[in-house]
């Protein structure tokens, strides 16, 4: 998220003590990231409230995206991710910001789609991820993100096994 530009100014992006909330995002993050995954995402569902449907759409994008990240059960991380998508689909807002983060949520559901077992789900949302990080510069955001796409697809090629032989 660092890596993005960020929408400020919003009703509703300050909470009572002042801080924005790309702030208390990015805090709630380095919270997962250090490992309090239970604290994290209580902040970012505190924060998914207060960004309510009027929210900016990237940051409702991002604390769903987050969100997802956060989530025990996969189907629940897989429900986090589409509200993610979502978000980002929706009207006005930092559209370049939000395209940024298009990869980034396709690649985390497809990876939610393979958790869950559905291939061809995966594989259609790792496509649409291949599609979207065309988009970006040759940065380290994206090259990352090229990475993660090649990796996942990895794994879901060896996933399949090798092709059926016929008798």
Not at 114 to 126: I, M, N, Q
Request: glycine share 12%; with cysteine; proline share 6%.
């Amino acid at each position: 998220m660092a890596e993005h530009r960020q929408e400020t100014g919003a009703a509703g992006e300050e909470s009572a003590a002042g801080e924005p909330l790309p702030t208390r995002i990015g805090q709630a993050v380095i919270l997962h990231r250090g490992g309090d995954r239970e604290e994290a995402r209580n902040r970012l569902a505190r924060l998914w409230e207060e960004a309510g449907e009027d929210g900016a759409p990237f940051h409702r994008c991002a604390i769903a995206h987050y969100l997802a990240g956060t989530q025990d059960d996969p189907a629940a991380g897989l429900e986090w991710g589409r509200r993610a998508l979502a978000a980002a689909k929706a009207p006005g807002g930092d559209r370049a910001a939000v395209r940024a983060l298009l990869p980034s949520l396709h690649l985390s559901l497809a990876a939610a789609h393979a958790g869950l077992g559905d291939r061809a789900a995966a594989r259609h949302e790792l496509d649409r991820a291949r599609g979207a990080v065309r988009e970006l510069p040759d940065d380290a955001y994206g090259a990352g993100l090229r990475t993660a796409i090649g990796d996942l697809a990895r794994r879901l090629a060896a996933a399949a096994g090798p092709p059926a032989q016929s008798p």
